[in-house]
């Protein structure tokens, strides 16, 4: 079965850094685009970034450009969230999804909170 | 950036019923329209995309339809497992943009 399985949150001070990773299996991952969503408390869902097979192309959402960057490893199946001068409205639940604009699977999330 | 508008927010509805939520573009996204159905503390679930294909081991009361900037998912008769909420997303341009979710309730 495929499967997502993303780690990394946490409680982070406003500023701080967070890398958050998303191991794949299952499949062939480096044939795949790769995304992060994510789900603030009580809100919708939002894309966030995505990266091209290679790593070649990679696009954020604005709110996010600057402060966070999307690479991947293509030999751990792995995809990865560096996330810096994090603020309290990035709080929120980080889904890692296969796929570039076409999200499935999904991996079950990773709770991320920015508070001092 | 491209908004989407679903509608109703919210629906209250009973096992059997038949229900349809709609999605509107804020532009033409030919049919660049994807539904996902989210439980909570569950990973969301594809049900439909390029707006009439159902994703394969969805059951078949799931259903699209629509094109341009309007757009329709509809259950054809509710089961107790599709009390959840739902959420339309064009992939049509980046930023990829969401509805803001459809909270489907029991009546």
């Known amino acids: 079965e495929v499967q997502l399985v993303e780690s990394g949150g946490g409680l982070v001070q406003p500023g701080g850094s967070l890398r958050l990773s998303c191991a794949a299996s299952e499949f062939t991952f480096s044939n795949y685009w790769m995304s992060w969503v994510r789900q603030a408390p009580g809100k919708g869902l939002e894309w966030v970034a995505n990266?091209?097979?290679?790593?070649?192309?990679?696009y954020y959402v604005d709110s996010v450009k600057g402060r966070f960057s999307i690479s991947r490893d293509n030999a751990k199946k792995s995809v990865f969230l560096q996330m810096n001068s994090l603020r309290a409205e990035d709080t929120a639940v980080f889904y890692c999804?296969?796929?570039?604009?076409?999200?499935?699977?999904w991996g079950q999330g990773t709770l991320v909170t920015v508070s001092s | 950036d491209i908004q989407m508008t679903q509608s109703p927010s919210s629906l209250s509805a009973s096992v059997g019923d038949r229900v349809t939520i709609t999605c509107r573009a804020s532009q033409t996204i030919s049919n660049y329209l994807n539904w996902y159905q989210h439980k909570p503390g569950k990973a969301p679930k594809l049900l439909i995309y390029?707006?009439?294909s159902l994703q394969s081991g969805v059951p078949s009361r799931f259903s699209g339809s629509g094109s341009g900037t309007d757009f329709t998912l509809t259950i054809s008769s509710l089961q107790p497992e599709d009390f959840a909420t739902y959420y339309c997303q064009q992939s049509y341009s980046t930023p990829y943009t969401f509805g803001q979710g459809t909270k489907l309730e029991v009546k």
């Open positions: 999804a296969r796929g570039d604009g076409l999200f499935d699977p």
């Open positions: 390029a707006a009439s």
């Open positions: 990266i091209k097979q290679d790593g070649s192309e990679k």
